[in-house]
């Protein structure tokens, strides 16, 4: 059964790649815990980006999170830091209407 978990990228889920796989399963094993124990608190999931933020800053957490966004809340907060480098890497466009002066 595939679940979706709010702030999990999916790739992860879904990878064959033996380190994202062990990463997978134990976030999925302490979310099962986590039920088993009515105690959301030692889930590894989170709700939003600013609850795994403050999970980071209490400390012993790691978060993943979308690049652009690491780099927008390092930049409000010095005590926040990247590890390592990109985990996926996606294009982004920007959609505008047929003669808008962005438009090229």
């Keep these: ?27 999925e094993a302490s979310h099962e815990r986590s039920v088993e124990l009515g105690d959301r608190s030692i889930s590894v999931f989170v709700k939003s980006s600013e609850e795994g933020i403050e999970r980071v800053m209490r400390g012993n957490y790691a978060f993943l999170m979308e690049s652009t966004m690491i780099e927008y809340n390092m930049q409000k907060n010095c005590n926040l830091t990247q590890i390592g480098g990109l985990l996926d890497s996606k294009g982004y466009g920007i959609g505008t209407q047929i003669g808008h002066s962005y438009y090229y």
């Excluded at 992860?12 to 997978?24: A, G, K, V």
Aim: hydrophobic content about 35%.
């Design 1 to 27: 059964m595939h679940l979706t978990y709010p702030y999990c990228p999916a790739f992860i889920q879904e990878s064959t790649i033996p380190t994202y796989q062990r990463m997978w399963n134990y976030m």
